[in-house]
T-cell receptor, first 114, second 114 residues
Framework: KAGVTQTPRYLIKTRGQQVTLSCSPI?????VSWYQQTPGQGLQFLFE???????NKGNFPGRFSGRQFSNSRSEMNVSTLELGDSALYLC?????????????FGPGTRLTVL | AQSVTQLDSHVSVSEGTPVLLRCNYS??????LFWYVQHPNKGLQLLLK??????LVKGINGFEAEFKKSETSFHLTKPSAHMSDAAEYFC????????????FGTGTRLTIIP
């Protein structure tokens, strides 16, 4: 089975721009979660989508949004970028049917905001 | 509410000696607990998970962890460290109701001394 893929792997943007990141989960997985990883804040949960519906949300401003398509692929959008949005954005997929489900992580998208 | 505390931000051990990475958790309910590893510029990989079936959990690459409810701990151990174990390790707690929100510890960087 192919693993979780994220595109692009690296991205450089300037303040005020917006960005869209993409995540393709493992085939058959219906849950996709997004995380932000920074040296200062560590790994923080952004949101989780299950069957095209947002099922859970972290404590991030409304500039951070996401969606999930019928094929379970997910996109994350950040509008009006700020310097502090520079981070590694990780996507994880699971079957989403149990709290014991393992989450499989992608390699991440490294976003740099100048 | 739930939280997880990794007691050491950095651990150094010599190759061939035991590894101990400490994790304490707090949860209103009986939690699920995980250990993930992240090698440089890679996503996270699951090492092992506690799902209430057995308190001593064996994972990949010779790692194991023991769930101690009385001490609210879930420490990760390995009898003999290998150079390839050098990485960042995250202790993670998940609530016991149906969503997939994970709470990550701040991570422990493991350095192996040749």
């Amino acid at each position: 089975k192919a693993g979780v893929t994220q595109t692009p792997r690296y991205l450089i943007k300037t303040r005020g721009q917006q960005v869209t990141l993409s995540c393709s989960p493992i085939s058959g997985h219906r849950s996709v979660s997004w995380y932000q990883q920074t040296p200062g804040q560590g790994l923080q949960f952004l949101f989780e989508y299950f069957s095209e519906t947002q099922r859970n949300k972290g404590n991030f401003p409304g500039r951070f949004s996401g969606r999930q398509f019928s094929n379970s692929r997910s996109e994350m959008n950040v509008s009006t970028l700020e310097l502090g949005d520079s981070a590694l954005y990780l996507c994880a997929s699971s079957s989403g049917t149990s709290r014991y489900n393992e989450q499989f992580f992608g390699p991440g998208t490294r976003l740099t905001v100048l | 509410a739930q939280s997880v505390t990794q007691l050491d931000s950095h651990v150094s051990v010599s190759e061939g000696t035991p590894v101990l990475l400490r994790c304490n958790y707090s949860s209103s309910y009986s939690p699920s607990l995980f250990w993930y590893v992240q090698h440089p510029n890679k996503g996270l990989q699951l090492l092992l998970k506690y799902t209430s079936a057995a308190t001593l959990v064996k994972g990949i690459n010779g790692f194991e962890a023991e769930f101690k409810k009385s001490e609210t701990s879930f420490h990760l151990t390995k009898p003999s460290a290998h150079m390839s174990d050098a990485a960042e390790y995250f202790c993670v707690v998940s609530p016991n109701f149906g969503n997939e929100k994970l709470t990550f510890g701040t991570g422990t960087r493991l350095t192996i001394i040749p």
